[in-house]
C-alpha cells in the first residue's frame, strides 16, 4: 500500500518551454502532496505544499509564477514549470501523506529528472 | 531557519558490521523523525519514523531519539552491500496547518563486501 506514482520520469525540454509533471497516489486518498526539487549532491528542498482544493503554500524563495501547482483531487498533483530553463534542471520529487492513517508518514514518488537544454 | 545537520560521509563499513549514523536539528519544537534510504538517481524510501525518546527497533534497523539533546541516529546491523545508499535524517514540524519535512544533505553509507 501507498504508493505514489509520477509521470514522466524524465523529460529533456528546450529553453522557454513548459513541462507538467503529474504525481498520482494509487491506493490511497493524498490530503497533502508536497513537491521537492533535488540539485545534484544535495538534499531534498521543499518548494510548496498542496491540500486538495486549495491554493498551494510556496516556500520562501520559490516563485509561485513560474512553478504552478493544481491539487483538483485527493489523488492527484501536477507541477508546471513554465518557460523553463537551463538552470531549473533537476530531479523533482513529489510525497503525499495518507488521510486514512494516523502518523504523519509522506510517501514519496519515484521523482521526475528534468534537464532543459 | 529550521536545519537538520549530518555528517556527509561517506562512511565506510566492512560487511556484517554495525553501521551508525548521526544527525541533530534545530527546531526543538520538532514532533516527528525519520530515517529515508535513498539510491543514486532514486526517490526516498522509509525506512524508520520515531516520535518519542529511546530506541525503536525494526529488524536491523534500530533508531534512536534524544530530544534533550536534539539527537537522532540510526543503527544498522549486520550490514550488507545492498545497504550503500545516502540515508536521508527527516524531520517534520508543523507550519500553518501543514506538517512539513525539512532533509539534512544526507550521510553516503559505502558497505563493502
Known amino acids: 500500500g501507498a504508493v505514489v506514482s509520477q509521470h514522466p520520469s524524465w523529460v529533456i525540454c528546450k529553453s522557454g518551454t513548459s513541462v507538467k509533471i503529474e504525481c498520482r497516489s494509487l491506493d490511497f486518498q493524498a490530503t497533502t502532496m508536497f513537491w521537492y526539487r533535488q540539485f545534484p549532491k544535495q538534499s531534498l528542498m521543499l518548494m510548496a505544499t498542496?491540500?486538495?482544493?486549495?491554493?498551494?503554500?510556496?516556500e520562501q524563495g520559490v516563485e509561485k509564477d513560474k512553478f504552478l501547482i493544481n491539487h483538483a483531487s485527493l489523488t492527484l498533483s501536477t507541477l508546471t514549470v513554465t518557460s523553463a530553463h537551463p538552470e531549473d534542471s533537476s530531479f523533482y520529487i513529489c510525497?503525499?501523506?495518507?488521510?486514512?492513517?494516523?502518523?504523519?508518514?509522506?510517501?514519496f514518488g519515484p521523482g521526475t529528472r528534468l534537464t532543459v537544454l | 531557519q529550521k536545519e537538520v545537520e549530518q555528517n556527509s560521509g561517506p562512511l565506510s563499513v566492512p560487511e556484517g558490521a554495525i553501521a551508525s549514523l548521526n544527525c541533530t536539528y534545530s527546531?526543538?519544537?520538532?514532533?516527528?523523525f525519520f530515517w529515508y534510504r535513498q539510491y543514486s538517481g532514486k526517490s526516498p524510501e522509509l525506512i524508520m519514523s520515531?516520535?518519542?525518546?529511546g530506541d525503536k527497533e525494526d529488524g536491523r534497523f534500530t533508531a534512536q531519539l534524544n530530544k534533550a539533546s536534539q539527537y537522532v541516529s540510526l543503527l544498522i546491523r549486520d550490514s550488507q552491500p545492498s545497504d550503500s545508499a545516502t540515508y536521508l535524517c527527516a524531520v517534520m514540524g508543523a507550519d500553518s496547518g501543514y506538517s512539513t519535512l525539512t532533509f539534512g544533505k544526507g550521510t553516503m553509507l559505502l558497505v563493502s563486501p
Open positions: 498542496s491540500n486538495e482544493g486549495s491554493k498551494a503554500t510556496y
Open positions: 520515531i516520535y518519542s525518546n
Open positions: 510525497s503525499a501523506g495518507d488521510r486514512g492513517r494516523t502518523t504523519d508518514t509522506q510517501y
Open positions: 527546531d526543538r519544537g520538532s514532533q516527528s
